[in-house]
């Protein structure tokens, strides 16, 4: 797998942001990938050194649309924490 297609967004919310106070970054990634394929794939996209990666699968939430009723797709989600005083420099508006 290529390193750009595994990550494939960040997740930015009031969690996440909090998160990024404490050195640790939220990205939607390919439901394919392992916890060493995404730590090495943010140590060469963003030249930084992770410690730690955590892997979750997010269910779809049930939602209506009229008549319809159906599921929003479920992805999975990393959480990657970084050695101290790293900082990701996209997240941070550079």
Same mark, same amino acid.
């Given at each position: 797998?290529?390193?750009? $297609?595994?990550?494939?967004? /960040?997740? +930015? $919310?009031?969690?996440?942001?909090?998160?990024?106070?404490?050195?640790?970054?939220?990205?939607?990634?390919? /439901?394919?990938?392992?916890?060493?394929?995404?730590?090495?794939?943010?140590?060469?996209?963003?030249?930084?050194?992770?410690? $730690?990666?955590?892997?979750?699968?997010?269910?779809?939430? /049930?939602?209506? +649309?009229?008549?319809?009723?159906?599921?929003?797709? $479920?992805?999975?989600?990393?959480?990657?924490?970084?050695?101290?005083?790293?900082?990701?420099?996209?997240?941070?508006?550079?």
């Amino acid at each position: 797998m290529q390193y750009e $297609s595994i990550l494939i967004e /960040p997740v +930015l $919310s009031e969690k996440t942001n909090l998160l990024r106070e404490e050195g640790q970054y939220v990205f939607r990634v390919d /439901p394919r990938a392992t916890k060493t394929q995404v730590k090495e794939a943010v140590k060469r996209l963003f030249e930084v050194h992770p410690i $730690s990666c955590t892997i979750m699968n997010v269910k779809g939430k /049930p939602k209506r +649309l009229r008549y319809r009723s159906g599921y929003t797709s $479920s992805w999975k989600k990393a959480v990657v924490r970084l050695a101290k005083g790293e900082t990701i420099k996209a997240f941070e508006g550079a």
